[in-house]
């Protein structure tokens, strides 16, 4: 049997804390960065031997994002508190990556919302509802993911949608969710859905301006579609 290397059997010029010392966060890979959040190993693995089992069992770091703190502390070495640190790290990430400054992106259009979109979710294994939070101008103050998986009127409930747009004093919100078969077209679920957020917009004076799916590089508007009724 195959015995671990642990962190402090690596030649101290090698360890990912040092080499991000010495060369920069930019230097270091994925797995290193991880075993960093992770911080300590077990008797028997290092913090580079969980990060390589996470990796290996979600993928993608979008899929270690995705996982609860049960399904992280199934990895061996991982318990509550590195479950959480990893999930807020990786959440800390996502949000400094939709924090935009004075450059925010202002949404004009359909294609604005799928230039936008569609590089973050045309390979997403699986249904995300996401909402476009905006101001006044119609730039973007959050994107936000409200559920995971299918979609469906008990899923997506307004309460969990609304509450985000009255967190962030959004003025309009645009809804977007992915179809992971890459086909866009709109299936009855999702006008119905559409239609209730809509009245359940108007009753808080939010605008849902419009929903957009998109698929394998293609989107499709309700909007343009005259599915969307903006009031």
């Known amino acids: 049997m195959a015995t671990t290397m642990g962190i402090k059997r690596i030649p101290h010029e090698e360890r990912p804390r040092e080499r991000l010392l010495a060369n920069g966060v930019q230097s270091l890979t994925c797995r290193e960065l991880l075993a960093i959040v992770l911080n300590t190993g077990t008797k028997h693995s290092s913090s580079l031997d969980i990060a390589d089992e996470m990796i290996a069992k979600w993928r993608t770091l979008r899929g270690i994002a995705d996982a609860s703190v049960e399904e992280l502390r199934q990895v061996s070495g991982v318990g509550t508190a590195k479950a959480a640190r990893v999930l807020a790290a990786l959440e800390f990430g996502r949000r400094l990556s ?5 450059d925010r992106p202002q949404i004009r259009s ?6 936008l979109m569609i590089p973050k979710l045309r ?3 699986r ?3 996401v909402a476009l939070l905006l101001d006044t101008k119609h730039r973007v103050i959050e994107c936000k993911t409200i559920s995971i ?3 469906n009127a008990s899923l997506v409930h307004p309460r969990e949608l609304f509450r985000e747009c009255v967190r962030r004093s959004a003025a309009a919100v645009i809804l977007v969710h992915n179809h992971p078969s890459g086909d866009p077209n709109p299936s009855q679920e999702d006008i119905h859905l559409t239609k209730r957020l809509e009245e359940a917009g108007d009753l808080l004076g939010i605008n849902v301006l419009d929903h957009v799916i998109v698929g394998d590089n293609r989107y499709i508007s309700l909007r343009e579609r005259g599915l969307c009724e903006v009031s």
């Not at 939709?98 to 004075?102: L, V």
């Not at 359909?110 to 230039?115: E, F, I, K, L, N």
Request: hydrophobic share 30%; proline share 5%; glycine share 10%.
């Open 98 to 102: 939709n924090e935009s400054g004075d």
């Open 110 to 115: 359909a294609s604005d919302v799928a230039d």
């Open 123 to 125: 390979d997403a294994p």
């Open 127 to 129: 249904e995300e509802f």
């Open 149 to 151: 998986g299918h979609l």
